[in-house]
């Protein structure tokens, strides 16, 4: 089966602007995980989905970070504005069940500049 | 809080075992996970053990987990070059909180 796939792999973007990145789950899996490392820390959760339904987004940092998952298939985070601090790699992952492990895609390096 | 904390540097000979240690304090953690990140790639799942275990083995590997002192370990026999990599250690949550709790992440070094 494809793994869990991210888009894009980079993106360099400008303190104040907006980036939206990507997430295709592993087909069939209706939990979806949105994880986030920051250089030199631990990589932190941000939410987890349950299909279209938002599970946990009690790691979500602040309201400039959204996401979604419109018909429970691929999910979108977008960071709008975005700052300096948001800079990191943003890991998606999914599972069949609650309690399978996660699948991880190879995530997304975003740099604010 | 809840926390997970890996050495962060481990570095051994071809050939040698590798033991790459994990403690945490989140005593509800239902799982714990080896995860492996090689250089530009993603977080690739080695092996896990429930909390009820004291061990699991999967050929090179062995996981030990000592519930007492909320220590976690991973044993890879015959370290090949190609294991080298970041290794993370993280622990799941009980109920529905899959929320995982991740150390830094220990990077081993092989050496010929």
């Known amino acids: 089966e494809a793994g869990v796939t991210q888009f894009p792999s980079h993106s360099v973007i400008e303190k104040g602007q907006t980036v939206t990145l990507r997430c295709d789950p592993i087909?069939?899996?209706?939990?979806l995980y949105w994880y986030r490392r920051v250089m030199g820390k631990e990589i932190k959760f941000l939410l987890h989905f349950v299909k279209e339904s938002k599970q946990d987004e009690s790691g979500m940092p602040n309201n400039r970070f959204l996401a979604e998952r419109t018909g429970g298939t691929y999910s979108t985070l977008k960071v709008q504005p975005a700052e300096l601090e948001d800079s990191g790699v943003y890991f998606c992952?999914?599972?069949?069940?609650?309690?399978?492990?996660?699948?991880f895609g190879s995530g997304t390096r975003l740099t604010v500049v | 809080g809840e926390d997970v904390e890996q050495s962060l540097f481990l570095s051994v000979r071809e050939g040698d075992s590798s033991v790459i240690n994990c403690t945490y304090t989140?005593?509800?953690?239902?799982?714990l996970y080896w995860y492996k990140q090689e250089p530009g790639a993603g977080l690739q799942l080695l092996t896990y053990i429930f909390s009820n275990m004291d061990m699991k083995q999967d050929q090179r590997l062995t996981v030990l987990l000592n519930k007492k002192d909320k220590h976690l370990s991973l044993r890879i026999a015959d370290t090949q070059t190609g294991d080298s990599a970041i290794y993370f250690c993280?622990?799941?949550?009980?109920?529905?909180?899959?929320?995982?709790?991740w150390g830094l992440g220990t990077s081993l070094a092989v050496n010929p």
């Open positions: 087909s069939g899996h209706d939990n």
């Open positions: 992952a999914s599972s069949r069940e609650l309690w399978g492990a996660p699948t």
């Open positions: 993280a622990g799941g949550g009980a109920g529905n909180n899959r929320k995982l709790i």
């Open positions: 989140d005593s509800s953690s239902t799982y």
